[in-house]
């Protein structure tokens, strides 16, 4: 006979799920899909440096429901302040307006703003975390402003030229795509231990150019001819 | 110099980039093997600390962003974040956005036939405890027609998306409704084989049920670990 008490906490039988001990593993990757901007691109995401309202995409949303904030930037960091952009294109070489991408960075002396890194020679900017993410525009551009990274140590006695991890995700990216963006002039670029894995007809893909008005330049390519090298890390 | 310990690689329930059922990745995923590279101190860091001061506070209450309580059924959805050995993950963020009750997105792009809700936006932000807990209310959300084919449908879902604790450990996903027919055909919840598929079906929980208020779902998420226990010595980093 049943009881009220087991009545209250009766459960159905459990099914094929994500608490189902013999399929416990790392919970796969799905897309952001085409409708992330109410959720994720907060005002200020992509500006590192001052405030603003860069990286968001407030014209995709009515203004009342607008409620991830405006970041919290503390100060003015420590370094050269540069502004990286490029667009994002798909197979058939169109723009794509609907992808967001994301960097993490070290700052101007080579540190990065996490528990991880426990190295004291390198100095930790109150003023600067090195985590950004931007909506690409309309005509499928993302851009930052951003301090010019320091270099990092890389495997064994290796120093890494500077660069930022970037991440692309997308309506149609079942998972993010990761890689890198190295600068034209970079102290290391030659001897840089991840970048010397790439093929070097392929490098490029890699290397932002600095343009006129010195904007760093680097289009990221999902498809086809210049296609961005991309990393399983 | 610094020790790495990298984190694992993708297990087998990752999707492939290309799926082409799912008709946006024929033309937005690359064509050259993704290259396999060694983790670094890049890798291996993340702004996980750095979370509140970048964006704010925490919303964990998406009914309640508004001046009235939004139309549809009202949930609890609770769990923890882990790694692969089962470890909590603490102090991390989870990114939450969906569809209304009627499964309609508060987007200028989602144009079709089923109505707003004033009262929802739909967004929220959790941050775990130190065993790895979260928790938000919300609405569930309903089921809406997408253009991948003629008569597509996606399951209800709720979007997530995680940091962990490293630039390697970076996770968005989609957590599904147990018993919604939809999944079994849906084209991006299929990208990902079975039975790894259900690893992103939630739990119906009678003990997260509130009585009279909300119906309760519990929701675990596994992101990538480290292969061997953490040095816990740290005075072998200065030489």
């Given amino acids: 006979m049943t009881t009220t008490t087991e009545l209250e906490t009766r459960n159905p039988a459990p099914r094929q799920d994500n608490l189902d001990p013999a399929l416990f593993g790392q919970t796969p990757s799905q897309t952001v899909g085409p409708y992330f901007h109410y959720g994720l691109p907060w005002k200020g995401g992509a500006d590192l ?15 009342e429901h607008y409620v991830l904030g405006t970041s919290n930037q503390s100060g003015t960091p420590q370094g050269e302040v540069i502004v990286v952009a490029g667009c994002v294109y798909d197979g058939n070489h169109a723009p794509i307006p609907d992808a967001m991408i994301e960097i993490w960075q070290a700052n101007a002396a080579g540190r990065y703003a996490s528990a991880d890194d426990r190295r004291e020679d390198a100095a930790l900017d109150p003023h600067f975390t090195g985590f950004g993410r931007a909506s690409t525009d309309a005509d499928g551009v993302y851009r930052f402003r951003t301090i010019r990274p320091g270099r990092v140590p890389g495997p064994g006695n290796t120093l890494q030229a500077p660069h930022l991890a970037v991440s692309v995700f997308g309506r149609g990216l079942l998972k993010r795509l990761p890689t890198r963006l190295y600068f034209a002039d970079g102290e290391g670029n030659d001897l840089d231990p991840i970048l010397n894995l790439v093929p070097a007809e392929r490098r490029g893909t890699l290397i932002a150019q600095r343009r006129p008005d010195g904007t760093w330049w680097l289009d990221i390519v999902l498809q086809g001819e210049n296609e961005t090298v991309f990393f399983d890390l | 110099m610094s020790l790495i310990l990298p984190y694992s690689r993708e297990d087998a329930g990752s999707p492939p980039s290309l799926s082409p059922d799912y008709r946006s990745t024929v033309l937005r995923s690359p064509r050259q093997p993704a290259l396999i590279v060694p983790q670094t101190l890049t890798e291996t860091t993340g702004p996980s600390d750095a979370w509140p001061k970048l964006m ?97 449908w996606r399951p209800a879902h709720i979007h997530l998306s995680l940091l962990g604790p490293a630039f390697a450990t970076r996770l968005v996903t989609q957590m599904y409704f147990p018993d919604d027919p939809l999944i079994e055909i849906d084209p991006i919840a299929n990208a990902v084989p079975m039975p790894y598929r259900q690893r992103m079906v939630a739990r119906f929980d009678i003990g997260i049920t509130v009585p009279n208020w909300a119906l309760g779902y519990h929701f675990d998420i596994v992101l990538r670990g480290r292969d061997q226990t953490p040095f816990e010595d740290d005075h072998d980093d200065d030489h």
């Fill in chain 2, 56 to 152: 704010g506070a925490t919303m964990t209450d998406l009914t309640a962003q508004h001046k009235g309580e939004p139309q549809g059924q009202r949930i609890v959805v609770t769990g923890r974040v882990l790694d692969e050995q089962g470890r909590p993950v603490p102090n991390t963020v989870v990114e939450i956005w969906q569809a209304n009750a009627a499964g309609r997105y508060i987007h200028a792009k989602d144009d079709w036939p089923a109505p707003l809700d004033p009262n929802f936006t739909g967004a929220g932000r959790v941050f775990t405890d130190a065993e790895g807990r979260y928790r938000y209310v919300t609405i569930r959300p309903g089921a809406y027609p997408w253009g991948n084919h003629k008569n597509a």
């Fill in chain 1, 49 to 63: 440096v001052g405030q603003s309202e860069m990286g968001a995409r407030p014209d995709l949303l009515p203004p």
